[in-house]
């Protein structure tokens, strides 16, 4: 029987295809440099980025500064856009995502997240009207590591007090996540509900035939008997 459900964070409950977009290519065009070598530069501390190492403006120092083109001006500039679009964001919340909390918080099953995010991401998680429904909330930005290592999916179930076989775990399958969740013991599934959204060369993760789907929030809570 299912006592925990385990969360992913973006393109799962709330997705960065909704309102104003921001991505390599959109700073990129803000700070008059190619998007392509941006993008290259950008990705190489992403693990940084995302583990605690280096706030987004702390990146994007050391970003712009190996690009030559630095200045304060424009660190605040593009860390200040991206903090707006995912605002937008987090004000575009589903109504289906916060019914399917609800409904798992009056069935009594314990909610878990589980996301590899950057610090302005992390503060608005924190903020958002989703982040109470959560008994324990592991944060790539907080924890020093990322998804797929296995170390978050074992000290999530140790948190909430559940064996493995006892969650699911439901989330876009971006960072493997899914494969990682099958391997520690957990039932994933693929949500699918925010995929149409995503474009090139953005799109979080393929559909995978491997694993279970869900293509509405609320169909999460047939899996419950798992």
């Not at 590899?116 to 429904?133: G, V």
Request: hydrophobic residues 40%; proline residues 4%.
């Amino acid at each position: 029987m299912i006592k925990a459900v385990i969360f992913d964070m973006f393109e799962t409950l709330v997705t960065l295809f909704e309102g104003r977009t921001y991505f390599s290519e959109d700073i990129a065009a803000d700070l008059g440099i190619d998007p392509e070598v941006f993008r290259h530069e950008w990705h190489t501390i992403e693990k940084d980025r995302s583990t605690g190492k280096y706030t987004i403006e702390e990146g994007l120092e050391i970003v712009l500064k190996r690009l030559g083109v630095y200045s304060e001006e424009k660190v605040k500039l593009v860390a200040g856009n991206r903090k707006a679009c995912l605002k937008l964001s987090f004000d575009a919340i589903p109504e289906g995502s916060v019914r399917l909390l609800e409904e798992l918080r009056k069935k009594g099953i314990k909610i878990g997240l589980i996301t590899n995010t950057f610090s302005d991401e992390r503060d608005l998680i924190r903020e958002s009207k989703l982040f109470p429904y959560f008994d324990v909330a592991l944060i790539s930005f907080e924890q020093g590591i990322c998804k797929p290592d296995l170390n978050l999916y074992k000290k999530m179930t140790e948190e909430l007090g559940v064996k493995p076989e006892e969650c699911l775990y439901v989330g876009d399958g971006g960072s493997k996540e899914l494969f990682a969740a099958r391997k520690a013991g957990m039932h994933p599934v693929q949500c699918t509900w925010f995929h149409d959204l995503a474009f090139e060369p953005h799109i979080p993760c393929p559909i995978f035939d491997e694993f279970d789907h869900a293509d509405t929030q609320l169909q999460i809570l047939d899996y419950l008997q798992a």
